[in-house]
């Protein structure tokens, strides 16, 4: 296979090359704003030029473009430090469930809006209760004429206390097995009886939270599958979660470290002369290449029109430690510099801290590494499931601590 650029996609590259260089915010530009005012005003201004979701249908707010036009677009935005992030969980993950699963007018109402960045969506998988078992969560919905009333609580929910709207599933009957009790909805986040919490990390940050529902009202029209096809539609949400995640935690990739390990000195020589860090960087050069090459089997099947598929979980699970890994590593090679912070005096400005300290929500996010080996295991491998006592059983009578 040939990884070059045809004609047709090196123009392509130019022009976006051209577009960005003249219209990424300057810092003058984004001085004074939050994170939020930034990443909505970069959004915006792509969406006003055509350059937002790429691969979108036009009347959803996208360019109708080629999954490789997709790709060369964001190969060509990631050389530039633009804000991003806050739009990965609504135009990664809601969306493509949206396309899927959601009505045509849904789509015209929600998509839009998304694309230029005037609405935030976020998560509401997790659950305390269920830890990395989606199907054994028990935030319940009840049917009240046309609407369903919510009860219940989900934790580690990015982005919730400045989301507009939220993807929940909740069980709907707990008398089946589990992953047949389940329904999926979306929700708008200002709704009565919904608390939110924000909850303190390691790092210092506060992005995950508690979202918490109390008779919570939503229109039955919000469905999202048939009630009882939640597990099957957050599958398409799942897919498409792992690969938005899939080939990085973030943060620190190869090319820095590697950056790092030429500038700095080891025993009066240059680290990158050290045998162990040169064993260490080849190994996660290799890491990173396999990531992107395994990637491409994902862009194959987005490039006909199909759900990703379980190589996903390799991008997420290599990823996310891998990250971790360098990350680790870079704070060695720096030793006691490697947790300043200022940016006046800090090589690096505290990233490699900051991407260590992060990389256990990450390797959690999307499954665990775990619920990652038993995907590959049973869906790439073909191994042999694991034992599940739960199995076929009614959810209300699968034993359990909680008292709900």
């Not at 992005?207 to 919000?222: L, S």
């Not at 162990?276 to 992107?292: D, F, H, T």
């Not at 390797?363 to 076929?392: C, F, H, T, W, Y």
């Amino acid at each position: 296979m040939d990884f070059n650029d045809t004609s047709q996609e090196a123009e392509f590259r130019a022009e976006v090359a051209e577009w960005l260089q003249q219209n990424v915010p300057t810092r003058e530009e984004l001085s004074g704003l939050g994170e939020i005012q930034q990443s909505k005003l970069w959004q915006k201004r792509k969406f006003d030029a055509g350059w937002a979701c790429l691969r979108w249908p036009k009347e959803y707010g996208g360019r109708g473009a080629t999954a490789i036009q997709s790709v060369i677009w964001n190969q060509e935005e990631s050389k530039h430090p633009v804000p991003t992030g806050i739009f990965q969980i609504g135009q990664g993950m809601a969306a493509p469930t949206m396309m899927s699963w959601a009505s045509e007018e849904q789509k015209r109402f929600h998509l839009p809006p998304l694309a230029s960045g005037e609405h935030i969506w976020c998560q509401l998988f997790s659950e305390p209760s269920a830890g990395s078992d989606l199907a054994g969560i028990r935030t319940r919905a009840e049917r009240d004429g046309n609407d369903w009333i919510i009860n219940g609580q989900k934790i580690w929910t990015s982005g919730a206390h400045y989301s507009d709207y939220g993807i929940l599933v909740v069980r709907t009957d707990p008398t089946v097995p589990k992953h047949k009790g389940l329904t999926y909805f979306f929700l708008d986040m200002k709704s009565p009886g919904v608390e939110i919490k924000p909850i303190k990390q390691i790092s210092g940050g506060a992005n995950f939270n508690e979202v918490f529902f109390t008779d919570v009202r939503v229109p039955d029209e919000q469905r999202l599958g048939a009630v009882g096809q939640g597990w099957q539609v957050s599958l398409t949400t799942l897919m498409n979660e792992r690969a938005a995640i899939g080939g990085g935690g973030g943060g620190v990739g190869f090319d820095r470290v590697f950056r790092l390990a030429q500038k700095l000195a080891l025993d009066d020589r240059p680290a990158i002369e050290n045998g162990q860090v040169r064993s260490a960087l080849a190994n996660w050069y290799c890491q990173e290449s396999g990531l992107k090459y395994t990637g491409y089997r994902s862009l194959t099947a987005l490039s006909r029109g199909e759900t990703p598929g379980p190589e996903n979980s390799i991008g997420k699970y290599v990823g996310a430690s891998k990250s971790q890994d360098m990350a680790s590593f870079a704070i060695d090679l720096l030793e006691m510099a490697g947790i300043l912070e200022d940016r006046a005096t800090a090589t690096g400005a505290g990233i490699y801290t900051g991407t260590y300290m992060n990389a256990p929500g990450i390797r959690i996010a999307g499954g665990s590494d775990e619920i990652m080996l038993n995907i590959l295991a049973e869906r790439v491998l073909g191994l042999p499931q694991d034992i599940r006592v739960d199995k076929g059983v009614p959810f209300n009578e699968v034993p359990s601590g909680s008292s709900n």
